[in-house]
């Protein structure tokens, strides 16, 4: 069973910096995808960082250039460097896995994390 669980949310002013973490535990395969995507309130979810096995990355537009994402196999963990961030990034966060795939910018995801919020002001 795969279980994701988010951690390092909170209040960040603006302009500031943040990692997000995700420990990961379970039957995650090595060519998973996996992505950090967030909801704000009013909004749908949408996709922030996805990071393929090979270590490919791809960021949504609201983000690039200021957002990282990152996996490290030895502690089994998906982190999502934020920096600079502005008001709206304010969500909840999410880490996300789907095994045997690319990413492509999927937002359909079989595993999902609890979330964790972020509050830019």
């Known amino acids: 069973q795969v279980q994701l669980v988010e951690s390092g949310g909170g209040s960040v002013q603006a302009g500031g910096s943040l990692r997000l973490s995700c420990a990961i535990s379970g039957d995650v395969d090595t060519d998973s995808c996996m992505a950090w995507l967030r909801q704000a309130p009013g909004k749908e979810r949408e996709g922030v960082a996805w990071?393929?096995?090979?270590?490919?990355?791809q960021y949504g537009a609201s983000v690039v250039g200021r957002f990282r994402i990152s996996r490290d196999r030895v502690d089994n963990s998906l982190y999502l460097h934020m920096n600079k961030p502005n008001p709206e990034d304010t969500a909840v966060y999410y880490c996300?896995?789907?095994?045997?795939?690319?990413?492509?910018?999927?937002?359909?995801?079989?595993?999902w994390g609890q979330g964790t919020q972020v509050t830019v002001s």
């Open positions: 990071i393929d096995a090979d270590g490919e990355a």
């Open positions: 996300a896995a789907e095994p045997g795939i690319r990413c492509r910018g999927r937002t359909d995801f079989t595993h």
